[in-house]
């Protein structure tokens, strides 16, 4: 009898035991990746103990990010208290990324989608704005700072009030998934939201850029022109923002004062930019703040935050989708939207490697200790070495677009879309394989004369024995339309005249 | 015969009245149905199956046709060209096609420097759109006359060459001019939107492969001014019934398709594959084809092409 008491007992100990691996990896998330690209500077460095490749799927979990035509905004995940959490169309979701189960599940009003950002037990996302449309010229609101406005409180679904052509930023507790406060904005927005101390920014398509504090009481709203789309980034007292210019003009870098929203800044590059894309902010070498873009004119700038001053420009190979540049702590890391990755030197801009993955990339790298990954708009992510510039490892993660990274000790999570769209969590493999690929836009002579001989002599061959049974058998050509051998009736006639 | 036995002609025959033309509308000279025998310019199948024999024959282009393309890929990516490869398919297309590619290749290859203004912002694009502009003229008045001679003579000779720099002019007015028709098309597609970016800018570059088409060929084969040698052309694709036009759209929507679609090649990288280099090489003799169809279009109708514009029954009844 004690026998068999024991081999229950060790029954039940065997998967315990065998289940801690799992738990020490994914149950050890911390609030590291509480928004958008990591932190408030958006520098997509994950933490330490990130999984380095190669990669294997740990589990997947469905969720209402919509197939690729429905997607609509950026649905990248933050991580926070061991659960991943996305922003959908019509839901907030989030996923125990110790199991990939759901944990829970709330309704927001239809609206671009956009990363949320969580402080403690307050989770803050953007609902609302309808599916894709944007707000009338007439929304426009006034260059003006506005004083407190009192929040809407405790409701527990979106408000019935919401506009389907504006957006809302909304106070959630994460415990228990009730609506604290919620916060009408004056258009659509994009931006996702940043959280930068105690304040809660987000910016609305029409320009105009709002700070909350983490109770919903509204501290200022600042018109800074145009439209403001791409993520904002925060350095010390000041928040940073990207202006896109209406459809001419030049775009513009703005930074405000977190305190009460005034300018301290604004850089307009020389030269027309549609588009600087969303900023990045970190320390260089000198320990002075700077500001990394990726503007839509190929090209990435470093710009000073103490005046607002160009520091370095540097070109790429082609445009981007403004996505903000990851760093690390001497490297700018960038992605065009060819899929072309860039390690840049932050003190001078100077490039040290590119890989070109031939995958079109609309979202950002994040940078582990020592790969930068990229996520892909076909469902593939790579992995690049930080010290070679060589693709370590890829692979396929889903059947159309990886739409955002975010990573924590033993675990990287993905947003993606396609037949099952969701989050999938993906986690070293040791049994996988590396690689060790150089970028396709190393010269190599030798490859590229002995393809060039592989192909051109065997073609023009054949090309050349073609050509000659055509020729035989077409016969040569004749443009003699008036043949001088024909007889003419006319003169057949005249010439049997007497 | 002589002049004069011609004159003895009995006096006593009138031809027939001719039958009055009938009414003829705004696009009757490009989209009137073919009848049979009603135009001097041969089919379109047997015209195409003549293009690719002639091509087929010039061993000497066939051979050029890598060469030039690794000439051109090894000068471009050492000035910091990565592709796509697939670009390179249209060194020997006709122009507009040239001229909507070759912005892009400049583009990414002679760049200004980040933040420059005026002129610095965008004298080394420029620079390095008439330069390949040039470039792409010089090849085509090359081709154009190495199809001349094939077809006249039923070989090449270094007279081709010599020629060729008389074709030039024409071959660089033809560039300069779908230029301008590109930019106009660009101009159409803004202001007018999706529609507009179909019939502006393909719209564009389908009228520059059909009005000029035949330029190259009367520069090759004939004397005249240059003016002439354009309104030629235009006259020649304007023979009614001809099906100039639909052979036009073919070629482009083809030749666009050909470069947007994910072929070999169509991805960044300095070292094209075989198959790269196969689909590269296979598409340019497609030009080729197409630059020797024209020819030989022309110089089959080329005594029925009339030298003055002709006089619609409307305006000659006005007179």
Known sequence: ?498 | MSNKKKRQRPSSYRAPAPAPAPRRGLLDSILAPRAPGGSPMPRLRSTLARGLATTLSIRWLLAAVPVVILAAWAFLTSFGFEGPFSTMSVTFALPPLTTSADPQIAGKTFRAAIDATGLGANAAGLVAIFGLLLFHAAVNAIVATLSVEQLRTGSVSAWAIRRAGRVLRTTLAVGFMCLGLLIIGNLVSFFFGGIGQVFGLIGSVVIGVYLFGFAPTIAADEERRLTDTLTRSVRSARMPGSANLWLAIIYVLASLVSLLAPLPGSTIGRTPSIAAWAVVIVLSVGHLVMQSTLAYRYLAVAPDVPDQPVKRPADAARR
Do not use: C
């Not at chain 1, 106070?171 to 998934?177: A, E, H």
């Not at chain 1, 928040?239 to 703005?254: D, F, N, T």
């Not at chain 1, 940078?367 to 060589?390: F, K, M, W």
């Open chain 1, 1 to 498: 009898m004690r026998t068999l008491r024991w081999l229950a007992l060790l029954a039940l100990a065997v998967p315990a035991v065998a289940a801690i691996p799992a738990v020490a990896a994914f149950g050890a998330v911390d609030a590291s990746w509480s928004q958008y690209q990591r932190d408030a500077g958006r520098s997509g460095l994950a933490p330490e103990g990130t999984p380095e490749p190669p990669y294997t799927v740990s589990w997947n979990a469905p969720a209402g990010i919509g197939d690729p035509s429905k997607v609509l905004g950026s649905p990248a995940p933050i991580l926070t208290d061991g659960l991943a959490v996305v922003v959908g169309r019509e839901t907030v979701e989030a996923i125990d990324v110790s199991t990939g189960e759901q944990a829970w599940s709330v309704p927001r009003a239809l609206g671009p989608s956009a990363p949320a950002a969580v402080e403690g037990d307050t989770l803050v996302f953007v609902e609302g704005g309808g599916d894709g449309s944007t707000a009338s010229a007439s929304s426009l609101p006034t260059p003006t700072i506005t004083p407190s406005a009192t929040p809407s409180k405790h409701a527990t679904s979106p408000s019935t009030a919401v506009s389907a052509s504006v957006s809302s930023v909304v106070g959630m507790s994460l415990r228990t998934q009730r609506r604290l406060w919620s916060v009408p904005l004056s258009d659509v927005s994009n931006t996702g939201v940043l959280i930068a101390g105690s304040n809660v920014v987000v910016g609305a398509a029409a320009g105009a850029i709002t700070a909350l504090d983490l109770d919903g009481r509204t501290r200022w709203t600042k018109d800074v022109g145009d439209h403001v789309l791409a993520p904002i980034a925060a350095s010390g007292d000041l928040i940073i923002a990207s202006v896109r210019p209406e459809a001419q003009g030049s775009a513009a870098l703005v930074a405000l004062r977190l305190a009460d929203g005034s300018q301290a800044w604004r850089y307009e590059p020389n030269g027309a930019v549609l588009d600087l894309g969303g900023p990045s902010v970190g320390s260089d070498a000198s320990g002075s703040p700077t500001v990394y873009v990726v503007g839509v004119d190929a090209s990435v700038r470093a710009v000073s935050v103490a005046d607002g001053s160009q520091r370095w420009a540097a070109p790429l190979y082609s445009p981007t989708t403004g996505s903000p540049p990851a760093l690390t702590d001497d490297a700018v890391v960038v992605t065009d939207e060819s899929g072309t990755v860039y390690d840049l030197d932050r003190a001078t801009g100077s490039e040290r490697w590119r890989f070109a993955t031939n995958r079109r990339s609309v979202d950002p790298p994040i940078v582990t200790g020592a790969s930068v990954i990229q996520p892909a708009a076909d469902g593939a992510v790579s992995a690049i070495s930080l010290g070679s510039g060589h693709e370590i490892w890829h692979g396929t993660i889903a059947d159309s677009g990886v739409l955002g990274l975010a990573a924590a000790r033993g675990l990287i999570v993905a947003s993606v879309t396609g037949t099952a769209p969701g989050i999938v969590g993906l986690v070293s493999d040791p049994a996988g394989l590396t690689e060790d690929v150089v970028s396709p836009t190393t010269a190599d002579p030798r490859g590229l004369v002995a393809n060039w001989l592989g192909a051109a002599l065997p073609l023009t061959v054949l090309l050349i024995v073609i050509g000659q049974a055509l020729a035989t058998r077409m016969g040569p050509v004749s443009f003699d339309t008036a043949d001088d051998d024909a007889v003419d009736p006319w003169e057949a006639d005249l010439e049997d005249e007497p």
